[in-house]
C-alpha cells in the first residue's frame, strides 16, 4: 500500500483525530449512588446476623453430655416432623 493512498483514507475518515464524547466535556457533573429499600433492609440484617450467636453452646454442650452418656434418643417421628414443619410453614 502507498502511503499517501493510506494518507487519502485517513483523511476521509478523519481516523488522526481524537474522539471526545458528550460527558468528557461536562466537568459538572458528579457520580452518586442510590441504595434501595430493600438493599439498605438486607444490609441492617447481615449486620444483625454478624453480631449474634448462631450456636447455643449450653444446648451443645448438653446433647454432647447425654450421647457420651448414652441417654440421647431422637425419635425419628419427631425429626420428620420439624422437617416437615420447616418445609411447609
Not at 10 to 34: G, V
Not at 39 to 51: D, L, M, R, T
Request: charged share 30%.
Amino acid at each position: 500500500m502507498r502511503i499517501d493512498a493510506y494518507m487519502q483514507v485517513n483523511q476521509l475518515y478523519k481516523t488522526n483525530k481524537a474522539k471526545r464524547s458528550a460527558s468528557a466535556n461536562a466537568t459538572d457533573t458528579r457520580d452518586s449512588l442510590e441504595i434501595s429499600d430493600f438493599g439498605n433492609a438486607y444490609q441492617v440484617a447481615k449486620q444483625a446476623v454478624s453480631q449474634g450467636t448462631s450456636i447455643r453452646a449450653d444446648r451443645v454442650r448438653d446433647i454432647k453430655e447425654r450421647m457420651a452418656a448414652g441417654t440421647y434418643n431422637v425419635s425419628i417421628e419427631d425429626v420428620a416432623d420439624r422437617l416437615a414443619d420447616q418445609l411447609i410453614g
